[in-house]
Nanobody, 128 residues
């Protein structure tokens, strides 16, 4: 399974970007999908997750109210709309899945070690 993240770039503080995650040859409909990010010198951290069964969404506190995860099953694509960007959002962003139907609960939800498949990251830089 190859996940492909795209849409990264440079934005000014307060700006917006939309990331996309596609998986040619792999149907994303059935699986919970997650976004992670890794800033220079920091550990990879979970950003958001969307379940497959009912579309429930979950966010890290650091992005809640600013980022929105969504999925378009017809397009076999998962999106991460990022608004009100801050310099601390600068990171390489990755999409991933653990091939479960729903996002995990509690502390395991955003554990990178739980993910089975990863895409190559896309760099987001927030700078004036």
């Amino acid at each position: 399974v190859q996940l492909q993240a795209s849409g990264g770039g440079t934005a000014q503080p307060g700006g917006s970007l939309r990331l996309s995650c596609e998986a040619p040859g792999f149907t994303l409909d059935y699986y919970a999908m997650s976004w992670f990010r890794q800033a220079p010198g920091k550990e990879r951290e979970g950003v958001s997750c969307i379940s497959a069964s009912d579309g429930s969404t979950y966010y890290a506190d650091s992005v809640k109210g600013r980022f929105t995860i969504s999925r378009d099953n017809a397009e076999n694509t998962v999106y991460l709309q990022m608004n009100s960007l801050k310099p601390e959002d600068t990171a390489v962003y990755y999409c991933a899945t653990d091939t479960l139907t729903n996002c995990r609960v509690g502390g395991s939800r955003f554990l990178p070690t739980r993910m089975e498949f990863w895409g190559k990251g896309t760099l987001v830089t927030v700078s004036s």
